[in-house]
């Protein structure tokens, strides 16, 4: 341990392993076991980091390492998720594309165990004007009707919009409810003159684009 903080100290933290930061972040073992055998059975046990990322201090405590490891670990979780998603916005997004929405919506939507459903307003040149929560709901979905994308899309004064949820089942395949709900708001945006760009789902497995698929497109 103390040769793995004074490599920390000269070298960074960029270059070590995941078990070797969370090494660093338990700081000692636990009933006769050292630390770094701690961090691998957590790690292994959890799923490998995304799975430790998902997880709450009441789930890592129950994985033997007690309430305050485990409130340190969690705590160390959200800092780094923050501070990713606030340089995230602090770039200009331009989502004109289905990879750049995936890569807007992967790192915050991604790893949910809930489902969420996100309006993005566009101006003419597809930058991001807003982006809002419109739905949430539990592990299989959420109800969204055609003028809980409508209003906030004119509210906001969008040129055009794109939908994006997640999937915590980790499979992004569209289910018959997400075709029937987009073609319903892309007939509705066609009309009051927000064109519906895309609605992209996320899951830990990838992303799916439903306005690329025949059904929604011939709407």
């Not at 419109?134 to 009707?145: D, F, K, R, S, T």
């Not at 987009?182 to 945006?189: D, E, W, Y």
Request: proline share 5%; with cysteine.
């Amino acid at each position: 341990m103390p040769d793995l903080r004074e490599h920390a100290l000269a070298f960074g933290v960029q270059n070590l392993a995941d078990v070797d930061l969370l090494t660093l972040l338990l700081g000692t073992g636990s009933a006769g076991e050292s630390v770094a055998l701690s961090a691998a059975a957590l790690l292994d046990g959890s799923g490998g980091l995304p799975g430790i990322a998902r997880l709450g201090p009441h789930a890592l405590a129950r994985r033997g390492i007690g309430p305050a490891k485990a409130t340190r670990v969690a705590a160390a979780v959200e800092f780094g998720r923050r501070a990713l998603l606030r340089a995230l916005a602090e770039e200009r997004e331009v989502l004109d594309c289905f990879e750049r929405v995936v890569n807007w919506a992967q790192p915050r939507l991604g790893a949910l165990e809930h489902e969420e459903v996100w309006l993005l307003s566009l101006d003419g040149k597809y930058g991001l004007k807003s982006a809002r929560r419109i739905a949430q709901g539990g592990l299989h979905g959420c109800a969204l009707l055609t003028r809980d994308v409508l209003s906030p899309a004119l509210r906001d004064g969008a040129s055009a919009m794109v939908l994006v949820h997640n999937h915590p089942s980790g499979d992004p395949t569209p289910s018959v409810e997400d075709i029937a709900m987009t073609k319903a708001v892309h007939t509705a945006a066609e009309l009051v003159g927000v064109p519906l760009i895309d609605h992209v789902v996320v899951a830990r497995t990838g992303a799916r684009s439903l306005c690329a698929t025949d059904s929604v497109s011939a709407a």
